[in-house]
C-alpha cells in the first residue's frame, strides 16, 4: 500500500491509508480490539482554522464514513472522538468489523470522491 507523499507526518504514526483526497486522510490506528480509523485535515490546521468548505466537508465525510462503517455485515455502533490539538484529526471506533473489511469502507467512501487506498 502506498501512501501518499502529501501525507503529514502525523498521519504516519497511526497506520496505513484507507482512503484519501486532495484534503482528507483516512488511515488506520490502534485501537485494541476495536477497528480504528482517524480523518486527518492534510494542512495544519484546527478545527476553528478549517474553510467553511472543509468544515462542511469534514461533516459530510464523517457523517457518511459512520453509515459506512454501521451498515456493514456484524458492526456495532461507531463511537466518533476527536484527536486533542492543534491538527484536526477525528477518530471513529467499532467493534465487529475487521481489517479485511476496510477495502469495502474504502471503495464506499471513494464513490463520494477521492482513493481507495485499502
Known amino acids: ?3 501518499s507523499a502529501q501525507t503529514p ?3 504516519l504514526a497511526h497506520g496505513p491509508v484507507v482512503w484519501e483526497d ?3 486522510i483516512l488511515a488506520r ?8 480509523l482517524t480523518l486527518h485535515h492534510r494542512e495544519d490546521e484546527g478545527l476553528g482554522q478549517l474553510s467553511d468548505e472543509h468544515a462542511s466537508q469534514l461533516g459530510r465525510i464523517g457523517n457518511r464514513l459512520i453509515r ?3 451498515h456493514l455485515p456484524e458492526a456495532g455502533r461507531v463511537t466518533l472522538g476527536r484527536v486533542p490539538g492543534a491538527h484536526v484529526q477525528l477518530t471513529f471506533e467499532v467493534a465487529g468489523v475487521s481489517v479485511d473489511q476496510l477495502h469495502d469502507v474504502a471503495v464506499k467512501l471513494a464513490n463520494w470522491g477521492g482513493d481507495a487506498r485499502a
Open 68 to 70: 459506512i462503517i454501521e
Open 29 to 36: 490506528h490502534d485501537a485494541g480490539d476495536l477497528l480504528g
Open 9 to 11: 507526518d502525523s498521519t
Open 22 to 24: 486532495e484534503v482528507w
Open 1 to 3: 500500500m502506498t501512501e
